[in-house]
């Protein structure tokens, strides 16, 4: 059974840093998109970030936040810098059976159970 289980979500203050983890088990997705999406409360799911042999960004996290993998350990990081309150949401991973990056949620195959980000002003 694959699972994804993220952790690194707390409160934070304008302009800190967080970095998020996820662990994939059950398979590997080694030659597998891996992204982070988020929503905040009221709003729709939306695309933060993938990885696959390169990486993409929304434009609202670029400069800001960076993905990165690593392979042997099955783990995918978002680390958040200069972080502002509109950043606050529950940030998903998601991981894909196939090695394209998409921005839609629909495109991806696993997803963990989320953790909360919260930034105060």
């Known amino acids: 059974q694959v699972q994804l289980v993220e952790s690194g979500g707390e409160l934070v203050q304008a302009g800190g840093s967080l970095r998020l983890s996820c662990v994939a088990s059950?398979?590997?997705?080694?030659?597998?998109?891996m992204a982070w999406f988020r929503q905040a409360p009221g709003k729709e799911r939306e695309f933060v970030a993938a990885v696959t042999w390169t990486t993409y960004y929304a434009d609202s996290v670029k400069g800001r936040f960076t993905i990165s993998r690593d392979n042997a350990k099955n783990t995918v990081w978002l680390q958040m810098n200069t972080l502002k309150p509109e950043d606050t949401a529950v940030y998903y991973c998601?991981?894909?059976?196939?090695?394209?990056?998409?921005?839609?949620?629909?495109?991806?195959?696993?997803w963990g159970q989320g953790t909360q980000v919260t930034v105060s002003s």
């Open positions: 998601a991981a894909s059976n196939y090695p394209s990056a998409y921005v839609t949620a629909d495109k991806y195959d696993y």
């Open positions: 059950g398979r590997t997705f080694r030659s597998s998109a």
